[in-house]
């Protein structure tokens, strides 16, 4: 089994920086990907931004500019990197895996985190 653990949620005031860390253990594919998303109170889940193997990233239009994906993948640990923080990214950030090539459907991910908890104010 495949267990996905995020860290590096918290309170932050707006313009402020945060970094979430996401450790894959039991993860055996050698093609992947993985990403973030979140979901607000009252709303649906959404892509934040995914990252693959090689390095491809792909980024929600909220994030562009503001936020950075990379993957350590020695390390089966993927980071998001997150600047200029507004109260609209106030969320709760999950991280998402699937083997082979990355989607923007969250159904497309079979492995999910707890989740950790961002709040911007």
């Known amino acids: 089994d495949v267990q996905l653990v995020e860290s590096g949620g918290g309170s932050v005031q707006v313009g402020g920086s945060l970094r979430l860390s996401c450790s894959a253990a039991g993860y055996s594919d050698a093609s992947y990907c993985m990403g973030w998303f979140r979901q607000a109170t009252n709303s649906e889940r959404e892509g934040v931004a995914v990252i693959d193997t090689d390095g491809i990233t792909t980024y929600a239009d909220s994030a562009k500019g503001r936020f950075t994906i990379s993957l350590d993948t020695a390390k089966n640990t993927m980071y998001l990197q997150m600047n200029s923080l507004k109260p609209e990214d106030t969320a709760m950030y999950y991280c998402?895996?699937?083997?082979?090539?990355?989607?923007?459907?969250?159904?497309?991910?079979?492995?999910w985190g707890q989740g950790t908890q961002v709040t911007v104010s």
């Open positions: 998402a895996a699937r083997p082979g090539a990355c989607s923007w459907k969250d159904q497309d991910y079979n492995n």
